[in-house]
């Protein structure tokens, strides 16, 4: 077997796990115009943040701070919280697999179980099973996407109630908390409540994995025992700090979720297009007379149009994909590729 071969075999998205059967894959195409697929508006005008990052380049000169405890302060002092509630974090995955690292080392073997909201982010799933969870209804370690990728669901209070009263620990993913008009509940489940949060969601640089993680002291003590060393870089780490004093609005949430209903209501318009309801800024489609992969291919190579297919996600089928909102020019071309199908 030829070298090229063997590194189409291990590139394969189908035996890699989920490493790269993510959205934003426009690597893997050639004149991708409009991308769809990764739930950022890819309208957002970052330029102050980058001019100041080229005014900063020199920072890759030397290491970043082992544990970025500078950005843990401001964003503890912005957000009301002890310096010592908040973990930064190479984006929100780096701490999903800590969180299972550290349970998955912690609970005794008979209680290294977790549960899953199906359908949802599927790092949960990953990160528990690489560190030898299994998955339970009553598991130890319960994991809510909340608003919830990617159906766009928001759970309420009552629901993370009585999810808390079930399990030992509740982690409450919140990546796309900026995102959403809709009141998410202001939850204090105390000691037995990690929650998630996403600055490279909220500010639309997802090429600077960058997030943090809010819990009690104790368990965020714990986590930090399995954080490598230098884990977010001196870039991310001084975009973090520039965004916590600017705290800048590059997207007009209101209008842009307006035109993301707007948007919902024209793919059900589509004949075989459904799109459910949604409460953020994405949203689950089905297609009938074809599956979601060859709809991606089509619009990928006809039109230079990226979309998500959703297929992977468990419980949905391969008729599921996601788009993502975007200018209201953008989707009516999308509106208008699906159209002609």
Known sequence: MCFHSLI?????????????????DAYRY???????????PSFADSSALEEHLRQRMSLIRSYPEPTARRLEARIAAAS???AEEVMVTSGATEAIYMIAQCFSRQLPDRERTYTVMHPTFSEYDSACRM???REDPEGSLC???NPNNPTGEIYDERTLQALTARHRVMVIDQSYED???????QWKGGERTIVLHSMTKKYCIPGLRLGYVTAPSDMLDSLRRCQRPWAVNALAQEAGMWLVEHRPRWVDIPAYLAETQRLCTALNAIPGIRARQTQTNFILCTIEGRTAAQLKEHLAQRHGILIRDASNFPGLSPHHFRVSAQRPADND?????????
Do not use: Q
């Open 131 to 133: 560190f030898g969870m």
């Open 80 to 82: 009301g919280l002890k």
């Open 8 to 24: 189409r075999i291990f590139v394969s998205p189908k035996k890699s796990g989920m490493i790269y059967g993510h959205g934003d």
């Open 143 to 145: 994991w809510l996407c």
């Open 30 to 40: 050639e004149g991708i115009r409009l991308n769809f697929s990764s739930n950022i």
């Open 333 to 341: 071309e999308l509106l208008r590729a699906l159209s002609t199908l």
């Open 179 to 185: 995102y959403t008009l809709a009141p998410l509940p």
